[in-house]
């Protein structure tokens, strides 16, 4: 079984247990003469302890912790909620724990943000801004500074004799973009073009090529800045190879089950923060997150982009499979087509926190 069938055979079955969960909930309230709106009664009745804040995993779990601590403490005093954090050391770790409710609001990637506004009850409501004013950032494909391959050309001729280190699938510049528009785009598919193909983050990725470890690994040029910071010697060793088109930073989500009124003091709380009295103070806290410059209200719409990506990556698979009959080919592309639109109008749609 593939590595993106398992990954989704465990989303489902995470999905699975928590609607047994409720489902068994609801059975004993009922038979002891309660009643109940949903699983969560505090959720229910609008009455909040505190709230739980899952970390998009950059580098280890405990250093996007203290990274985002400061913040999050800030956030709380405003809120007058106590806030948790949750880090995980993979992106499916944090798409589970969205899909199991063990997180109300969440800092993820484009691709896990989709997720959860189709599958997990939840909605954008923030979008990151850095303090160069870019829109975004890009993927990248890295090789050791004194490697022979100078380009892309010199990538493809070399099939089945190069190590490749590239991140999880849910890793829109990990794995989403290169694969979409570097190997899917020349009817290849990386974990087959390679000798070896290694899944990890994006510090250990480009540790791998620094030092010898892989020919190849994806990377995203945020995350090459923290990299230069932390490993300046090993970052010295690098050279990009290839560059994506610009990718829209990462984003805030919700769960929409919450209040509306906390989601409502939650986006606030988020999009204020870096711009009022202490705004300097409060800057240098989202800068040990790594140049972040606050955040900008949004909805689901801005991960149409991300939307699209899938598409892309959906349809030049089924150019690139085995058919039966054109017809069948047909049927399949027509399909993604139709999911594809209407995924975008769902998007689109008129929401607010």
């Not at 993820?108 to 009850?121: F, K, T, Y």
């Not at 910071?229 to 970052?235: A, I, L």
Request: net charge neutral; with cysteine; aromatic share 8%.
């Amino acid at each position: 079984m593939s590595k993106e069938r398992i990954a989704s055979y465990r989303r489902n079955a995470s999905r699975v247990r928590l609607a047994c969960a409720r489902v068994a909930v609801l059975l004993l309230l009922n038979l002891f003469g309660g009643t109940a709106a949903c699983a969560d009664p505090a959720h229910a009745t609008g009455h909040i302890n505190g709230l739980t804040f899952g970390i998009l995993p950059i580098g280890g779990p405990s250093e996007s912790l203290a990274a985002w601590r400061p913040m999050l403490d800030d956030l709380s005093h405003t809120l007058h909620l106590p806030i948790r954090s949750l880090s995980v050391s993979t992106y499916e770790g944090l798409g589970e724990a969205m899909a199991e409710e063990r997180v109300d609001f969440a800092f993820v990637s484009g691709r896990l943000a989709l997720d959860a506004v189709i599958h997990d009850r939840m909605q954008v409501i923030a979008q990151l801004t850095r303090s160069n004013g870019s829109r975004g950032y890009y993927s990248v494909l890295l090789v050791p500074r004194d490697s022979p391959l100078r380009s892309l050309d010199d990538l493809f001729k070399q099939p089945g004799k190069l190590r490749y280190a590239r991140g999880e699938v849910l890793s829109v510049s990990g794995y989403l973009v290169p694969e979409t528009q570097v190997f899917a785009n020349r009817r290849l598919d990386s974990d087959t073009f390679f000798a070896n193909v290694t899944v990890d983050n994006h510090q250990n990725n480009a540790l791998a090529v620094a030092n010898n470890e892989a020919d190849v690994a994806t990377n995203n040029t945020a995350d090459l800045e923290r990299f230069a910071e932390r490993f300046p010697d090993q970052y010295a060793r690098l050279r990009v190879l290839w560059t994506s088109s610009l990718i829209p930073h990462a984003v805030v989500v919700i769960r929409t089950d919450l209040p509306a009124d906390l989601r409502q003091r939650v986006a606030a709380a988020l999009t204020s923060y870096a711009k009022g009295k202490n705004a300097q103070a409060e800057l240098a806290k989202l800068h040990l997150i790594h140049d972040i410059s606050g955040f900008t209200p949004t909805g689901n719409e801005t991960l149409v982009p991300f939307a699209d990506i899938e598409f892309n990556l959906d349809r030049r698979r089924a150019y690139c499979a085995q058919w039966v009959s054109d017809a069948a080919m047909q049927a399949r592309l027509k399909k993604i087509d139709a999911e594809h639109e209407a995924l975008v109008r769902q998007l689109m749609a008129p929401s607010s926190p």
